[in-house]
Protein backbone atom coordinates (compact mmCIF):
# COMPACT_ATOMS: atom_id res chain seq x y z
CA UNK A 1 0.00 0.00 0.00
CA UNK A 2 1.39 3.63 -0.82
CA UNK A 3 1.35 5.31 2.58
CA UNK A 4 2.75 8.80 1.69
CA UNK A 5 5.35 10.67 -0.07
CA UNK A 6 8.77 9.29 2.18
CA UNK A 7 7.76 5.71 0.70
CA UNK A 8 7.92 6.69 -2.66
CA UNK A 9 10.92 8.94 -2.82
CA UNK A 10 12.70 6.06 -1.26
CA UNK A 11 12.45 3.87 -3.68
CA UNK A 12 14.75 3.78 -7.33
CA UNK A 13 11.75 2.51 -9.36
CA UNK A 14 9.74 5.19 -7.90
CA UNK A 15 12.46 7.97 -9.38
CA UNK A 16 13.13 6.38 -12.64
CA UNK A 17 9.17 6.96 -12.88
CA UNK A 18 9.39 10.35 -11.83
CA UNK A 19 12.17 11.20 -14.34
CA UNK A 20 10.26 9.75 -17.37
CA UNK A 21 7.07 10.99 -16.80
CA UNK A 22 9.21 14.45 -16.11
CA UNK A 23 10.47 13.78 -19.68
CA UNK A 24 7.18 12.79 -21.19
CA UNK A 25 4.97 16.16 -20.12
CA UNK A 26 7.70 17.80 -20.86
CA UNK A 27 7.91 16.62 -24.14
CA UNK A 28 4.20 17.61 -24.75
CA UNK A 29 4.84 21.08 -23.00
CA UNK A 30 7.70 21.94 -25.83
CA UNK A 31 5.84 20.46 -28.44
CA UNK A 32 2.99 22.50 -28.30
CA UNK A 33 5.45 25.54 -27.68
CA UNK A 34 8.09 25.63 -29.98
CA UNK A 35 7.32 27.38 -33.22
CA UNK A 36 9.76 25.67 -36.08
CA UNK A 37 7.83 22.36 -36.66
CA UNK A 38 11.29 20.17 -36.58
CA UNK A 39 11.99 20.89 -32.88
CA UNK A 40 8.56 20.24 -32.17
CA UNK A 41 9.01 16.03 -33.77
CA UNK A 42 11.91 15.65 -31.73
CA UNK A 43 9.74 17.28 -28.87
CA UNK A 44 7.44 14.24 -29.74
CA UNK A 45 10.68 11.71 -30.31
CA UNK A 46 11.65 12.60 -26.84
CA UNK A 47 7.82 12.46 -25.51
CA UNK A 48 7.71 8.75 -27.29
CA UNK A 49 11.02 7.32 -25.88
CA UNK A 50 10.13 8.73 -22.50
CA UNK A 51 6.89 6.26 -22.42
CA UNK A 52 9.07 3.46 -23.73
CA UNK A 53 10.97 3.93 -19.93
CA UNK A 54 7.70 4.20 -18.07
CA UNK A 55 6.89 0.96 -19.88
CA UNK A 56 10.37 -1.07 -19.38
CA UNK A 57 9.66 0.06 -15.73
CA UNK A 58 6.17 -1.85 -16.15
CA UNK A 59 7.81 -4.59 -16.98
CA UNK A 60 6.10 -4.26 -20.19
CA UNK A 61 8.90 -5.19 -22.47
CA UNK A 62 7.49 -5.77 -26.00
CA UNK A 63 5.33 -2.46 -25.88
CA UNK A 64 8.35 -0.29 -24.94
CA UNK A 65 10.44 -1.81 -27.52
CA UNK A 66 7.38 -1.24 -29.96
CA UNK A 67 7.11 2.31 -29.03
CA UNK A 68 10.85 3.29 -29.63
CA UNK A 69 10.61 1.24 -32.73
CA UNK A 70 7.24 2.04 -34.38
CA UNK A 71 6.72 5.75 -32.15
CA UNK A 72 10.21 7.12 -31.75
CA UNK A 73 11.69 5.40 -35.05
CA UNK A 74 9.47 5.55 -37.62
CA UNK A 75 6.71 7.81 -36.95
CA UNK A 76 9.43 10.74 -36.11
CA UNK A 77 11.38 10.00 -39.31
CA UNK A 78 8.03 9.87 -41.34
CA UNK A 79 6.98 13.21 -40.15
CA UNK A 80 10.55 14.94 -40.75
CA UNK A 81 10.75 13.14 -44.12
CA UNK A 82 6.93 14.93 -44.36
CA UNK A 83 8.26 18.28 -43.13
CA UNK A 84 11.53 18.23 -45.39
CA UNK A 85 9.44 17.31 -48.42
CA UNK A 86 6.74 20.05 -48.10
CA UNK A 87 6.47 23.29 -48.75
CA UNK A 88 6.05 24.36 -45.13
CA UNK A 89 6.38 28.22 -44.73
CA UNK A 90 7.09 29.18 -41.37
CA UNK A 91 5.18 32.12 -39.72
CA UNK A 92 7.41 35.06 -40.48
CA UNK A 93 4.58 37.23 -39.44
CA UNK A 94 4.51 37.75 -35.43
CA UNK A 95 0.96 36.60 -33.49
CA UNK A 96 0.04 39.09 -31.02
CA UNK A 97 1.52 38.32 -27.43
CA UNK A 98 -1.33 37.57 -24.97
CA UNK A 99 0.20 37.15 -21.72
CA UNK A 100 -3.10 36.39 -19.89
CA UNK A 101 -2.90 32.75 -21.94
CA UNK A 102 0.25 31.90 -20.41
CA UNK A 103 -1.41 32.78 -17.01
CA UNK A 104 -4.61 30.91 -17.49
CA UNK A 105 -2.43 27.84 -19.03
CA UNK A 106 -0.31 28.07 -15.86
CA UNK A 107 -3.08 28.29 -13.81
CA UNK A 108 -4.80 25.19 -15.32
CA UNK A 109 -1.81 22.97 -15.51
CA UNK A 110 -1.51 23.90 -11.86
CA UNK A 111 -4.70 22.67 -10.64
CA UNK A 112 -4.72 19.96 -12.58
CA UNK A 113 -1.70 18.69 -11.22
CA UNK A 114 -3.32 19.54 -7.73
CA UNK A 115 -6.43 17.32 -8.49
CA UNK A 116 -3.90 14.47 -9.56
CA UNK A 117 -1.70 14.77 -6.64
CA UNK A 118 -5.04 14.81 -4.21
CA UNK A 119 -7.00 12.45 -5.81
CA UNK A 120 -3.52 9.59 -5.77
CA UNK A 121 -2.47 10.80 -2.10
CA UNK A 122 -6.36 9.68 -1.29
CA UNK A 123 -6.80 6.47 -3.35
CA UNK A 124 -6.14 3.29 -1.41
CA UNK A 125 -3.95 1.36 -3.96
CA UNK A 126 -4.74 -2.33 -3.21
CA UNK A 127 -2.42 -4.99 -4.62
CA UNK A 128 -4.73 -7.29 -6.78
CA UNK A 129 -2.23 -10.25 -7.59
CA UNK A 130 1.19 -11.37 -8.26
CA UNK A 131 3.54 -10.77 -11.22
CA UNK A 132 4.97 -13.60 -12.37
CA UNK A 133 8.26 -12.03 -14.02
CA UNK A 134 9.46 -15.50 -14.83
CA UNK A 135 7.08 -15.46 -17.75
CA UNK A 136 7.86 -14.53 -21.32
CA UNK A 137 5.67 -11.11 -22.11
CA UNK A 138 6.20 -11.66 -25.68
CA UNK A 139 4.98 -14.77 -26.14
CA UNK A 140 2.06 -14.68 -24.24
CA UNK A 141 0.82 -11.45 -26.29
CA UNK A 142 1.62 -13.18 -28.72
CA UNK A 143 -0.88 -16.31 -28.08
CA UNK A 144 -3.39 -13.99 -26.92
CA UNK A 145 -3.09 -11.80 -30.44
CA UNK A 146 -3.00 -15.20 -32.66
CA UNK A 147 -5.10 -17.17 -30.68
CA UNK A 148 -8.41 -14.76 -28.85
CA UNK A 149 -8.22 -11.82 -30.50
CA UNK A 150 -7.61 -12.62 -34.03
CA UNK A 151 -10.62 -11.09 -35.32
CA UNK A 152 -9.99 -7.65 -33.77
CA UNK A 153 -6.71 -7.72 -35.13
CA UNK A 154 -7.30 -8.14 -38.29
CA UNK A 155 -10.56 -5.94 -38.33
CA UNK A 156 -7.74 -3.64 -36.98
CA UNK A 157 -5.56 -3.71 -40.07
CA UNK A 158 -8.44 -3.64 -42.84
CA UNK A 159 -9.63 -0.26 -40.49
CA UNK A 160 -5.55 1.36 -41.18
CA UNK A 161 -5.60 0.27 -44.62
CA UNK A 162 -8.77 2.06 -45.36
CA UNK A 163 -7.33 5.17 -43.31
CA UNK A 164 -4.23 5.15 -45.07
CA UNK A 165 -5.72 5.25 -48.38
CA UNK A 166 -8.17 7.86 -47.18
CA UNK A 167 -5.04 10.00 -46.72
CA UNK A 168 -3.47 9.61 -50.02
CA UNK A 169 -7.18 9.99 -51.41
CA UNK A 170 -7.46 13.54 -49.49
CA UNK A 171 -3.52 14.17 -49.88
CA UNK A 172 -4.17 13.92 -54.08
CA UNK A 173 -7.35 16.05 -54.08
CA UNK A 174 -4.93 18.99 -52.07
CA UNK A 175 -2.44 18.53 -54.71
CA UNK A 176 -4.91 19.08 -57.39
Known amino acids: MFSGIGDF????????????ALLAIGGAIFMISFTKVIHMVVSV?????????????LEAEFVAFVQVLIYAGAISILMIFGIMMTKHRQGDEAE??????????????????GILFYAIQKTNFVATGTLDAGKDNTLEIG?????????????????????????????KREED
Open 9 to 20: LSSGTSWAFFIF
Open 45 to 57: ALTFISLAGLYVI
Open 96 to 113: PRRPWHEGLAIVGALGLF
Open 143 to 171: KLLYNEHVIPFEIMSVLLTVAFIGAIVIA
